[in-house]
């Protein structure tokens, strides 16, 4: 008999409750989870693409856990309105605030108060390799997927909502930048990666655009690897890869480049 104990025992949080739970749930509340909460009018596009591959397989070993809270469920009247038209006039639909404040009140109750509350909007702040280096440090987030118009101002004001956007871009809904999000922060949680030293030489990891990457076979249409790479001469590899990757960030984003130097010169 092994003494080892199954994945699905010992690990669920303990809150005060009337109602008992059963150890053998089918979504038991992971104490050791870094936990992703969305709101959402489409919990069904959930997991997504985030059920398959890396990210798949450590949601099934319990690295991360997901919940999904259908903002529907908190729609007014019989058809369950969960918007109404811009006061002022204009065109399209707004989500109502006293629908979306119903959704976060429920929701923030099971999420701890250092899981950061997030809306998913063009006008954010732009999300970046280290802003998903702090979501992977904190427990959890829980993020808001707006539709339509957007979403009442009371809500952001009121709850303190984070605004982060994923690009210069307008999407018809928060449900693919979240899963996006998600994605960047979820791969970087220990244990995920099965190398996890890929995590700190990818692109962004220092500011700097990532290498040419190379595998067999050594010729392939009459272009071949280059030498360096095949030298054994580790710290050739290593000088040439650092002259690739400020090249390229150099040439496709000064922006980043102009960071870079400002740290190099500061340091």
Not at 121 to 142: C, V
Not at 144 to 151: D, K, N, P, Y
Not at 159 to 176: A, N
Request: with cysteine.
């Amino acid at each position: 008999m092994s003494d080892q104990t199954p994945k699905s025992h010992g690990r669920k949080t303990i809150r005060p409750s009337l109602q008992p739970r059963s150890l053998m749930d089918p979504a038991p509340e992971l104490a050791r989870a870094w936990r992703a909460q969305v709101i959402t009018l489409f919990p069904e596009a959930f997991p997504g693409i985030l059920g398959l591959s890396l990210t798949g397989k450590a949601l099934k070993d319990g690295l991360w856990q997901l919940q999904t809270v259908g903002l529907r469920e908190f729609g007014i009247g019989k058809h369950r309105n969960v918007d109404d038209t811009p006061a002022g006039g204009g065109a399209g639909m707004v989500l109502r605030a006293d629908v979306m404040g119903a959704a976060i009140e429920q929701a923030r109750r099971t999420m701890p108060p250092a899981a950061p509350l997030i809306y998913l909007s063009p006008r954010g702040t732009p999300f970046s390799q280290p802003m998903a280096r702090d979501l992977a440090r904190a427990p959890g987030a829980t993020l808001i997927c707006g539709r339509f118009e957007g979403l009442d101002q009371r809500v952001l004001d009121h709850f303190r909502v984070r605004e982060v956007s994923l690009g210069d871009f307008v999407l018809t809904g928060g449900e693919l930048a979240a899963q996006a999000m998600l994605d960047a922060t979820i791969r970087l949680l220990p244990g995920v990666l099965g190398n996890a030293s890929s995590a700190e030489e990818e692109s962004f990891a220092e500011g700097l655009l990532e290498h040419p990457q190379y595998t067999r076979p050594a010729e392939w249409n009459g272009h071949a690897i280059p030498d360096v790479l095949l030298s054994g001469n580790h710290g050739a590899i290593a000088k040439w890869r650092r002259a690739q990757s400020e090249a390229l960030t150099e040439a496709r984003r000064p922006d980043l480049w102009a960071a870079h130097r400002d740290r190099t010169d500061k340091g």
